[in-house]
């Protein structure tokens, strides 16, 4: 039975991304049989190329996703760095969780309003310091180099590494190599630069390229802060895959091909990274220097940090009073009034999309847990490592780019009739949820204390009786916060659920992201406040659970 | 030069009428009473539709649209026991896309889209693949109360609509100006340049292919095109280019002093006019004459803000209801349709407290008690009378919608 799992896993998981690549490549040499293209050339090619502006648009998703990614791991590597082992460490890391749950278009959307020239940080500088009545007519967001794309993936993507971060600490056990290296005179810093990260650096060395190629390949992000004369490729490829002219999407599926080479350009770029700051850092080490004064990095990793997350905390607070507000006008640093009214006007539209969101996590994420638990199980049955989690195969649909086989996927799923059931959006979602599932639970799983098992069989119960009545219950704490982990992910899908719902399932993010492209930020601030609350309340089940259930048990209790 | 131009372009689109045979020609010539046979098929109709459940795919970037839309839904199943689910869509050449691929891959029945709101082009792409349910038109009891005479309702961008979409909107290109900063509107493409020049980052437009946008190049090129009569047709490539030279003269000329230097666009109607209520912008565009009254009522825009029109007059078009061919749900759509025909429905959707656009109903037509509703109106404070609207001016051919967006990407959006 358990035997099933992993090729089970595999097959759900790799089938439609591998399907939906084929279904991407062909129709980009022109074979689309069902409107009538047989003909195997590079007509598409050609026409892609021929794309006003296409030069500048792949710039931009190189340029946007290295430095993202660059600046991202820096900043982390600051951060561990100058306060790993302190108490302000150990609270900033209580914030993580939360920050991570929020959407990524959510935090773009708060950050959008909060520095743009007619926004939030503006109103409350004019005109009393600024002297401006109206807006500046200045280029902030949506900017011609992608800063603020730029700045708006990083608020996301450095708390993501972080989390990555510590966690490969507790394996790599950053704790102890850094007091060696500070009782052999290496200033904290430096110790722990040399020290520990290389043992660390291993470890996050996929999320980072999951890193690099979600911002090489994003799109919701991008809708809200990066320019438009032209758009970053992935956006206009997903644009051209939605006209109505039909012969676009030959090309959009070369361009989605293009974004591939793209994503693998950059990982060869990163590639090419990693091994000469390992030839420079291999040096560095064995010079011996114990390093001088650290307050300047502490305090620019500090400054840094400290931004980004009270930009991302007032972006999402600015939202919160946006959808109570009655209206809200520059230079007014809070609005005119406070209203429950655009909630009531929003009730019945939000209900649905609230239970599309609901819906769609809870079962995803559900099937993800079983899945795990059955692989992770094989595993520890057979003592083997499974595909799955030897040779990164579950990073597959993270670095791929979403565009290169969802547009497939939906040719294919048309083709067998289920585009538009709900069964095959829970499909794509649950290709995305799976692996952040399974990568959250698997540590904690595979460090179970074996003896309980024995023990357990001994006393004459049958291996599915110890897993279910000693196993399991000894793990939901893990199992919950990946139940989070997961939900929050299926919450925040954009595209899958765009291209497989036809429609038919709005969920809280692409009506998000279909409000902010205009109207009014007042109702964009209550979808953006309901996409927050929804992992966020995630988050606090998979506390509260565990603590409620082993309420009675003193050795479960939490200690802190 | 003794006619206006405008009435040559209308004269053009009558002629263009009388070659299409006899169904357009009933639709002019006004409709026949309802005779028994239609009564008993429309019970049938009405009958078959309760229970189906109507997927309505419409542009999803106006909140005032959407509230609309989900009174219409709960009306509907109050009344007809019919579930109205809309799909909010970005761009209305998403759900024609979706109905196109469908075709493709042989979905004949049970498609995704059941009723769709289009005009122009994307009528017209639905039309020429035929993907359109119908001609059903002629079988909605309420169609014998639109205005069929007066209002563009039987053509679509030059396009006929042949009973294959049922008129639901009308809608005339209008200016909302901050009136505090922009007492004396310009009131031509000229003037609108010379008041862009001394008032520089004052003005945008959404960037096309946004149909707000779109429509923003093809009045400049109404008003500047030395012949506007070539606008009702398909051109060649060179004449193309030389028609619409003057336009991209004037954009050339515009941008510079344009927000942002013409290098960043609101994504759309609706996100200019946030643009305009944050003070970023003095003039706004709208497709709809109501627009700032009805967003001042909202109070999503200061109550000094008016509306204005060129002197040489504005595009007006209608928008309309039409039903995919591969529908589930062909008689919910019909019902839904016919409701939203219905004088009660239009007019909530001109009154300027809840959508407040123009209605496609003669109002001369319909029973004293039903005009007196339309009567009773409110007129919002920023709303232009009819004499004050102007002359509006035809759609150009989709042809033109379809090459001034190709042109103006390649020129405007193609980065440094």
């Keep these: ?560 | 030069m003794s006619t206006p131009v405008h009435l040559r372009i209308l004269g053009a689109l009558f002629r263009r009428f009388l070659s299409l045979g006899v169904l357009a020609i009933l639709g002019l010539t006004g409709l026949p009473p309802v005779r028994a046979a239609d009564t008993n098929s429309w019970t049938a109709t009405l009958a078959e539709a309760q229970g189906q459940t109507v997927y309505w795919n419409a542009w999803g970037g106006d909140d005032r649209v959407n509230a609309y839309i989900a009174w219409a839904g709960v009306e509907a199943k109050k009344r007809f026991r019919i579930e109205v689910r809309h799909v909010k869509l970005g761009d209305t050449a998403e759900a024609v896309s979706r109905v196109l691929a469908e075709k493709a891959a042989g979905k004949d029945v049970r498609g995704s889209v059941d009723l769709i709101w289009i005009n122009g082009e994307n009528f017209s792409a639905m039309k020429q693949h035929g993907l359109l349910h119908g001609p059903f038109v002629d079988r909605l009891p309420n169609f014998r109360w639109v205005d069929t005479d007066n209002k563009p309702t039987l053509v679509d961008f030059t396009v006929p609509a042949e009973g294959l979409e049922a008129p639901w909107s009308m809608g005339q290109f209008v200016f909302l100006r901050e009136s505090r900063r922009v007492p004396d509107p310009p009131r031509s493409a000229a003037a609108l340049l010379a008041w862009a020049k001394v008032n520089p980052g004052r003005f945008n437009y959404p960037q096309p292919p946004d149909f707000t946008g779109t429509t923003f190049l093809k009045q400049v090129l109404l008003e500047l095109a030395q012949d506007r009569s070539a606008l009702c047709r398909p051109v060649e490539e060179a004449q193309f280019a030389e028609i619409s030279a003057p336009l991209w003269d004037y954009l050339d000329e515009l941008h510079p002093v344009m927000w942002r230097n013409g290098r960043v666009f609101p994504a759309n109607g609706p996100a200019q006019t946030r643009q305009l209520a944050d003070g970023e912008i003095d003039i706004a565009l709208s497709f709809s004459p109501e627009a700032a009254s009805s967003a001042i009522e909202s109070g999503q825009l200061p109550d000094s803000v008016r509306t204005f029109v060129w002197k040489g007059g504005t595009i007006a078009n209608a928008s309309f209801l039409a039903i995919p061919f591969n529908s589930r749900a062909k008689s919910g759509a019909m019902v839904l349709i016919d409701f939203l025909l219905s004088p009660e429905a239009q007019a909530r959707k001109a009154d300027p407290r809840h959508l407040g656009s123009l209605t496609v109903l003669d109002v001369d037509k319909l029973s004293p008690a039903d005009q007196a509703i339309f009567k009773a109106l409110p007129k919002g404070k920023a709303t232009l009378s009819p004499e004050e609207l102007g002359t509006p001016l035809p759609e150009p051919h989709p042809y033109w919608m379809d090459r001034l967006e190709k042109q103006w990407l390649t020129r405007y959006a193609a980065g440094r």
């Design chain 1, 1 to 560: 039975m358990l035997r099933l799992f992993p090729p089970l896993a595999v097959v759900l998981l790799v089938g439609p991304v591998l399907a939906g690549l084929a279904g991407t490549l062909l129709p980009a040499f022109d074979y689309l049989p069902v409107l009538g293209h047989r003909a195997a050339g590079l007509q598409a090619w050609t026409q892609l190329l021929e794309l006003p502006g296409l030069r500048t648009s792949v710039w931009l998703s190189l340029s946007t996703g290295l430095v993202t990614t660059i600046l991202s791991v820096l900043l982390v590597v600051l951060l561990c760095a100058a306060w790993h082992g302190t108490r302000a460490f150990a609270a900033m890391e209580a914030w993580l969780a939360p920050l991570l749950s929020v959407p990524h278009v959510t935090v773009a959307l708060g950050l959008a309003f909060l520095i743009s020239p007619s926004g939030w940080i503006m109103r409350c500088l004019s005109p009393w310091l600024t002297g401006f009545s109206q807006p500046p007519d200045w280029r902030i967001i949506q900017d011609a180099n992608g800063l603020s794309l730029m700045f708006g993936l990083i608020a996301k993507e450095a708390p993501f590494l972080l989390l990555m971060t510590l966690a490969a600490l507790g394996q790599a056990d950053g704790e102890r190599g850094s007091v060696v290296a500070r009782t052999f005179g290496y200033r904290p810093m430096i110790g722990w630069l040399k020290a520990v990260f290389p043992r660390v650096y291993p470890q996050i060395r996929l999320p980072v390229l999951a890193v690099l190629a979600y911002g090489v390949s994003v799109v919701d992000v991008a809708m809200v802060l990066a320019p438009t004369t032209p758009a970053p490729l992935a956006v206009r490829v997903v644009k051209m895959a939605n006209d109505s002219d039909l012969n676009l999407r030959f090309i959009a599926s070369a361009g989605a091909m293009l974004q591939c080479a793209l994503v693998l350009g950059g990982v060869l770029f990163w590639w090419m990274l990693e091994r000469t700051v390992r030839w420079w850092g291999n040096r560095w080490i064995t010079t011996g220097w114990r390093g001088g004064r650290e307050s300047i990095p502490r305090w620019i990793a500090s400054v840094a940090g400290a931004t980004l997350g009270l930009a991302v905390i007032f972006g999402l607070l600015a939202m919160a009073v946006w959808s109570v507000a009655t209206h809200w006008r520059f230079p007014a640093a809070i609005p005119a009034g406070l209203t429950s009214a655009n909630w009531k006007l929003h009730a019945s539209g939000v209900t649905d999309a609230v239970w599309n969101t609901l819906s769609l996590a809870v079962c995803t994420t559900a099937f993800s847990l079983i899945l795990s638990v059955g692989v992770l199980e094989f595993e520890a049955a057979t003592g083997r490592r499974t595909a799955l989690s030897k040779v990164g195969l579950l990073y597959v649909p993270l670095v791929l780019p979403q565009v290169a086989f969802l547009f497939g996927a939906q040719v294919l799923l048309a083709l067998s009739r289920l585009d538009g059931e709900w069964i095959a959006l829970a499909w794509l979602h649950l290709v995305f949820v799976f692996p952040y599932v399974f990568l959250a639970l698997a540590d904690a799983y595979r460090a179970w204390d074996e003896r309980y098992r024995r023990t357990g069989l001994c006393l004459g119960a049958s291996p599915l009786r110890v897993l279910l009545r000693i196993k399991l219950p000894m793990l939901l704490r893990p199992i919950a916060a990946a139940g989070a982990v997961g939900f929050a992910v299926s919450v925040g899908q954009y595209l899958p659920t765009l291209f497989a719902g036809a429609g038919r399932f709005p969920t809280l993010t692409t009506e998000a992201v279909a409000l902010s492209a205009g109207g009014d930020l007042r109702s964009v601030g209550i979808y953006a406040m309901l996409q927050m609350a929804l992992p966020l309340a995630a988050f606090a089940l998979a506390l509260a659970a565990p603590a409620w259930c082993f309420r009675h048990r003193r050795g479960m209790h939490v200690i802190r």
